[in-house]
Antibody
C-alpha cells in the first residue's frame, strides 16, 4: 500500500523559510520512473503545482515560484523535502505531496492528507 | 505555462441529473489530461487519466472525453456522494497546471 504523509510547521512568520517533509512508504524513489511532487491549495482556492523530483534527481519547479523553491530527496529515509524561502501570507495553504509513476503514466496518485501552513506574524 | 480554463465554476444539479464540466487548454494537449475529485476537507483523488481512462474502482457513471484543447467530464446520473469540487490537470508540459475547479452541489 502506497502512503504519503506531509509534515512541517503549522505557523511560520513572513520572510522566514518554510521546510516541509514528505515521508512515504510502499515505493522507492530510487526506482526508475518514480517521482514525487508538491502541490498546494490556499483556503477556498484551486490547486497549484509547485515542484517535482525524479528518481534520477531531475527537478522541476513552478515558473512563478522557482526562485523560492528547492526540492530534495533522501532515498534511504523515503523522504522528500521542499523548502520555500521568504514566505508571505499569500503562501498560506494546505500543502500536499503526491506520487507520479512515469512508467505507468503521468498523474498524481495517491496524495497525502495535506498539511495546513499559515503564514502570519 | 499552459492555461486551463474550466467551466462552469459552480454547478447545482438534482440527484439523477446528467452533469457536464468543460475544460479548455491554451494549447494542444493531445490526450494529456487528468480529472480529480476533491471532497470537502479531503485530498484530491484521481478519477480519470489520459482524458478518458477511468481509474480502477471509480464508478462507471463518471466518464471523460476530448482531445486537443477541449475536454469534457461527465457524470451520467448524479449521486449525493458526488458532491465535491472537480479539477482538470494537464501533463503535456511541465509545469503542470490545473483548472480553477468546478464546485458541484445538489439542488
Amino acid at each position: 500500500q502506497v502512503t504519503l504523509r506531509e509534515s512541517g510547521p503549522a505557523l511560520v512568520k513572513p520572510t522566514q523559510t518554510l521546510t516541509l517533509t514528505c515521508t512515504f512508504s510502499g515505493f522507492s524513489l530510487s526506482t526508475s520512473g518514480m517521482c514525487v511532487s508538491w502541490i498546494r491549495q490556499p483556503p477556498g482556492k484551486a490547486l497549484e503545482w509547485l515542484a517535482r523530483i525524479d528518481w534520477d534527481d531531475d527537478k522541476y519547479y513552478s515558473t512563478s515560484l522557482k526562485t523560492r523553491l528547492t526540492i530534495s530527496k533522501d532515498t534511504s529515509k523515503n523522504q522528500v523535502v521542499l523548502t520555500m524561502t521568504n514566505v508571505d501570507p499569500v503562501d498560506t495553504a494546505t500543502y500536499y505531496c503526491t506520487r507520479i509513476r512515469l512508467s505507468e503514466g503521468n498523474w498524481f496518485d495517491p496524495w497525502g492528507q495535506g498539511t495546513l501552513v499559515t503564514v502570519s506574524s | 505555462d499552459i492555461q486551463m480554463t474550466q467551466s462552469p465554476s459552480s454547478l447545482s444539479a438534482s440527484v439523477g441529473d446528467r452533469v457536464t464540466i468543460s475544460c479548455q487548454a491554451s494549447q494542444d494537449l493531445t490526450n494529456h489530461l487528468n480529472w480529480y475529485q476533491q471532497k470537502p476537507g479531503k485530498a484530491p483523488k484521481l478519477l480519470i487519466s489520459d482524458a478518458s481512462n477511468l481509474e480502477s474502482g471509480v464508478p462507471s457513471r463518471f466518464s471523460g472525453s476530448g482531445s486537443g484543447t477541449d475536454f469534457t467530464f461527465t457524470i451520467s446520473s448524479l449521486q449525493p456522494e458526488d458532491i465535491a469540487t472537480y479539477y482538470c490537470q494537464q501533463y503535456d508540459i511541465v509545469p503542470y497546471t490545473f483548472g480553477q475547479g468546478t464546485k458541484l452541489e445538489i439542488k
